[in-house]
């Protein structure tokens, strides 16, 4: 809590300084708000915090509906079935804006009912088969993975999309009705008009043109996601090896929650192809310092080291 | 009239934004002159001193721009607050670039040239970053629900009665009525306080996600 305790105790005026998260919600009327306004000129512990905050409160004023959604409660756990293997929940209510929810139960959250889990993995390798490059199949480590779909928001856009992004959403269209095939087949191709935009050389003969930069940094973002998810559809069709190549190369995504996701996805991947050494990677670097996936990488580090250990023949 | 009003203390700067739209243009003076007084507040912490007022006047060139097409629900402050926060994040990438350049990694001049000749003019909410930035509120939320149960639910009910829409005292009175169950003995007077404790607590949160860039991390043999 350091900064937002250095907040208030710097705070000049602290019956004014309370109302910075109505203010950023634009929930003060507007006297309140030029009072809250003059406020911040005076005192820089709020003005900084406001800065601090300010990505995220932008996002939650602009579309609450979707930063209210709870990922957990919409989508309970279900049993798996024979012919679809990984459900994605029907979307939840009540979101406004124009935004779908579509709310998977997250891999974190799924681990109390992990027999389902367990089944869901295991049907995916009976109904599709699982091809396998340099590593049999191995039931006992494969059996050990987890995958479920990631929520998906999709944002209602004020601006035009790029074909890039069209392709993504079409491809993400797709993977919200469970059609992974079909899904990583048009993501694999979002990612490459991101993949060509967002390179640093422009194209030979042509100058660099004003805006380009920040226009490639929107487009390596989307190809991030396209390659996540890119990965991802290929996981949940049954295709782990090419899953983990894609899933490999979205580690790298600067965006943080991006990154450990696919470390996450890349050890299961790794599991299902029977390379448990490969999963345990991924793995420790999500237990030493995801704030989210850390207790569940450790458990599972746990899990593969014991049936690593169950497989050694015994001296 | 207008002129006192438009300059006046008890004017929001949304106020303002609206008036300055509709073509007062005293309004539109008054509105840039607290935005360069709160940029120069935020920049002068982070920039060099020469280039103060540079970073701070590209911030408010691309605000000009755009600020007529923003969502109508951000309100401008904050919203100018994520443009500044942008144009100060290319004055980084720049800076590192030149330190770069001039330790002699010839490589990274031709990638520089192109990133420094691109202006910051992109809609810092941008279709991609908002997608980002949603989800990980909402990885955040869900964060807060296991770390503060109370603070999560408080914090959703506010957001839950802001998305149904209606006047700030109306989204206010229903997001305390939401949240009675949960907080019985939760009034008008300290909803304030509860909800800045609540956030302190969202941002806090945001902030170890923000850290736990794959860069951040220490990697594992």
């Known amino acids: 809590m350091g900064l937002e305790k250095s907040h208030r105790a710097g705070c000049v005026k602290p019956e004014q300084g309370d109302r910075l998260a109505v203010y950023e919600l634009g929930l003060l009327s507007d006297r309140e708000r030029a009072?809250?306004?003059?406020?911040?000129?005076?005192?820089?512990?709020?003005?900084?915090?406001?800065?601090?905050?300010?990505?995220?409160?932008?996002?939650?004023?602009?579309?609450?509906g979707a930063a209210a959604a709870r990922p957990a409660e919409s989508a309970p756990a279900r049993p798996a079935q024979a012919r679809t293997p990984v459900r994605v929940p029907v979307p939840g209510p009540g979101l406004a804006h124009g935004v779908r929810r579509l709310w998977g139960p997250r891999p974190w959250r799924v681990l109390v009912p992990a027999a389902a889990s367990l089944a869901a993995a295991a049907a995916i390798i009976i109904v599709f088969g699982v091809p396998h490059r340099g590593h049999e199949q191995d039931s006992a480590f494969s059996s050990l993975a987890r995958i479920e779909p990631v929520p998906y928001v999709s944002v209602v856009r004020r601006t035009v999309a790029s074909e890039a992004s069209r392709r993504f959403d079409e491809g993400m269209a797709f993977y919200t009705r469970r059609r992974y095939a079909d899904a990583a087949r048009v993501l694999s191709e979002a990612a490459r008009p991101a993949q060509a935009a967002s390179g640093v050389e422009p194209p030979a003969g042509e100058p660099a043109t004003p805006g380009a930069g920040v226009r490639d940094l929107d487009a390596a973002r989307l190809e991030d996601q396209a390659r996540f998810f890119l990965g991802l559809s290929l996981l949940l069709a049954g295709n782990a090896a090419e899953a983990a190549v894609h899933l490999q190369r979205a580690t790298g995504s600067p965006v943080a929650p991006l990154a450990d996701r696919a470390r996450w996805y890349l050890a299961q991947a790794k599991l299902v192809s029977g390379d448990p050494e490969g999963a345990l990677g991924p793995l420790r670097e999500l237990a030493a310092g995801s704030p989210v996936y850390a207790a569940d990488a450790a458990r599972q580090i746990e899990q593969v080291r014991a049936a690593i250990g169950s497989r050694r023949p015994a001296p | 009239m207008e002129s006192e009003s438009s300059s006046g203390p008890a004017v929001s700067l949304d106020a303002l934004a609206t008036r300055a739209l509709a073509g007062d243009r005293q309004a539109e003076e008054a509105l840039f002159s607290t935005l360069r007084e709160r940029f120069l507040a935020i920049a002068k912490r982070r920039v060099r001193g020469e280039e103060i007022e540079d970073v701070v006047q590209d911030a408010l060139r691309v605000v000009h721009g755009k600020y007529a097409g923003r969502a109508t629900k951000v309100a401008i402050l904050p919203w100018s607050l994520v443009v500044l926060r942008h144009v100060i994040g290319n004055y980084y990438q720049r800076e590192r670039r030149r330190r770069r350049t001039m330790a002699g990694d010839l490589e990274e001049v031709g990638a520089g040239a192109l990133q420094e000749a691109a202006p910051p003019w992109t809609d810092p909410l941008g279709e991609v970053q908002m997608s980002d930035l949603i989800q990980r509120v909402v990885q955040a939320m869900d964060l807060l629900d296991r770390s503060y149960p109370r603070c999560g639910a408080l914090m959703r009910r506010l957001l839950e009665s802001f998305a149904r829409g209606g006047t700030p005292r109306e989204i206010s009175s229903r997001a305390l009525e939401m949240a009675r169950p949960d907080f019985p003995g939760l009034t008008p007077g300290n909803l304030y306080v509860t909800l800045h404790r609540c956030r302190a607590r969202l941002r806090e949160l945001l902030e170890r996600l923000e850290g736990s860039g794959a860069a951040k991390r220490p990697r594992q043999p």
């Open chain 1, 35 to 64: 009072e809250f306004e003059l406020h911040l000129g005076e005192c820089e512990a709020c003005l900084e915090s406001l800065y601090g905050m300010a990505p995220y409160a932008a996002a939650m004023a602009a579309e609450p």
